[in-house]
């Protein structure tokens, strides 16, 4: 007999893990979760110790390892594109930063038609509810939901050098990113706990993962869509999926009063295009029966790239040495032992928004400083000492296709994220790189800086059509600071994701 839930969640990712905990709360509800990935254990000190973030990254056990289609903008360059696998999804092997959108971000969408309830006024209680706020709550801050949010230290002689030179360079310092004022620069917010890093899972799920109605299976691929035609029009009725190893493994299938597709922003919208809701053009030759036209599922797939522009340190006061095989056994030590020490931290304790140019209105560009030269995924230190800015578009309008490649829900569907392939684009990075720049050179810096690192040739090639972006210096993740409405097509009731 198949199983039934009121509730079935695919992934149980940031969105799945909320879900999770906020439709089972009622007891007379009955909530699956099926996540792709690994359950994650508390004793995986790569998921748990903030520091060792570069780690997951590419690594098969906790990521997808996504790459796009050879970037025409980039001189076909391939972006890798990491993606969380396993329960917290990307907030499993994310940065830890955590920053709200900017509250004019909620008005722009509130303006659009259907959209009334996301303007700031409707949002603002949903954040406080979500976050406790250890620096404390207040009319914009929340202090008593199960995100635990614990400010950046930012004791270095490096951070004191950077906030001083944001000032010089004309920019002002702000109480909280996060709150009444995100223009400006300020210590950042981070969803760590105690020195563990607090993932959504971690936050949301794992304290209710006894109730009765919840039900979590991992190494759970849901491979489909069940769907029938009502009345009313196309129905999810439940999902087929597949659990187990490689190896070992068993096919099932359950049926849903609702479901939930919380895959994230590259498996959620594959899924819908292998149960035929999507463009005719794709599914049609792959001999995907159409059951919903709605050519706008994959056709705006968003992200921006991240830049860091890198200095060698003259004095011995970054990170770097921590870096050296002989002191890791004493960080993983005094972390194991105390949750304390280099281990403790992302390292990403403070950055700021500003405007890279007087057009906008509110700020366009987010920076984060790191008190050390080194590429997102931990390697290849660019200097002995050093430190580095990382920029990066708020906004970018550069948009691309997903597509699946065929009816297998295990090959990667392509990405295309047309990078740079916009003026608006390539002139907003020319004008951050030239801000960033301008805030590196202030005297604040000077008993530091041994000089730029990597970063020359990179304005100068901006703007050519041959534009190439060296590729230690240029990550990419979700664009994490905001979310853009995009009209799917006309489904009923619901014609937004
Ligand atoms: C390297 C990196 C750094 C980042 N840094 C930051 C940061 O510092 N701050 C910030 O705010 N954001 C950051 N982000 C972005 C942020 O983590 C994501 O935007 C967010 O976690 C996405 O949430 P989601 O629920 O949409 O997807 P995810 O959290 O990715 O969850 C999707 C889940 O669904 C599962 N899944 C997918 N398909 C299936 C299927 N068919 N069957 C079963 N399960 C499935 C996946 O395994 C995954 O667990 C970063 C992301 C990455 C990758």
Redesign the pocket.
């Known amino acids: 007999m198949t199983e039934r839930y009121d509730y079935v969640i695919?992934?149980?990712?940031?969105?799945?893990s909320v879900l999770a905990n906020r439709l089972s709360a009622d007891p007379g509800a009955t909530v699956l979760v099926?996540?792709?990935?690994r359950f994650d254990t508390r004793f995986d000190p790569l998921i748990h110790m903030p520091a060792a973030l570069p780690y997951p990254?590419g690594n098969p056990l906790y990521d997808w390892r996504y790459a796009s289609e050879p970037e025409p903008h980039l001189g076909g360059r391939r972006i890798d594109h990491?993606?969380?696998?396993?329960l917290g999804?990307?907030?499993s092997?994310?940065?830890?930063?955590?920053?709200r959108g900017n509250p004019m971000d909620y008005e722009r969408w509130a303006a659009e038609p259907g959209m009334a309830a996301w303007d700031h006024a409707h949002c603002l209680p949903y954040f406080k509810r979500m976050e406790t706020c250890t620096v404390g709550a207040d009319a914009w801050r929340g202090g008593s939901g199960p995100l635990v949010l614990e400010r950046g230290p930012a004791t270095s002689p490096l951070f004191g050098a950077f906030f001083e030179a944001v000032q010089q360079a004309g920019h002002h310092l702000t109480d909280d990113v996060n709150g009444y004022r995100q223009e400006g620069f300020a210590k950042f917010d981070r969803n760590i706990h105690r020195g563990r890093r607090l993932s959504a899972s971690r936050a949301y799920l794992h304290p209710v993962l006894r109730r009765p109605n919840l039900t979590v299976r991992t190494l759970?691929?849901?491979t489909g869509l069940r769907t029938t035609r009502a009345a009313t029009g196309p129905r999810v009725t439940g999902v087929d999926y597949v659990r187990g190893t490689r190896r070992h493994h068993v096919r099932a299938s359950v049926e849903a009063g609702e479901v939930l597709v919380?895959?994230?922003?590259i498996?959620s919208p594959q899924?819908l295009q292998l149960a035929g809701i999507g463009d005719p053009a794709l599914l049609e030759p792959l001999g995907i029966e159409v059951l919903a036209a709605l050519p706008g599922v994959g056709a705006n797939l968003q992200d921006h790239l991240e830049v860091y522009l890198q200095h060698a340190c003259r004095q011995p006061v970054s990170i770097a040495p921590w870096l050296r095989h002989r002191h890791k056994p004493r960080i993983g030590l005094e972390w194991l032992l105390g949750r304390r020490g280099v281990g403790a931290s992302n390292h990403f304790e403070a950055g700021g928004f500003v405007r890279a140019n007087d057009d906008v209105a509110y700020p366009n560009m987010m920076v984060h400083f790191l008190p050390i030269a080194i590429r997102y995924d931990g390697s290849r230190p660019a200097a002995d000492h050093g430190y580095q800015v990382h920029i990066g578009p708020m906004y970018s309008d550069v948009v691309g296709p997903l597509a699946i490649r065929s009816r297998d829900p295990f090959t990667h569907p392509a990405l295309r994220f047309n990078y740079l392939s916009t003026a608006t684009d390539r002139r907003e990075w020319v004008e951050m790189v030239r801000a960033a720049r301008h805030v590196l050179g202030q005297p604040a810096f000077a008993p530091f800086s041994a000089g730029a690192v990597r970063t020359a040739k990179f304005c100068r090639k901006l703007g050519s059509t041959r534009t190439v972006f060296a590729p230690p210096e240029v990550p990419t993740?979700?664009a994490?600071t905001g979310m853009r409405s995009i009209p799917i097509g006309d489904l009923p009731g619901s014609s937004r994701m």
């Open positions: 695919v992934g149980g990712g940031s969105a799945g099926l996540e792709a990935g990254i990491a993606r969380g696998k396993l999804g990307s907030s092997i994310n940065g830890m930063i955590f920053q759970t691929m849901v919380c895959g994230g922003a498996n899924l993740s979700s994490y």
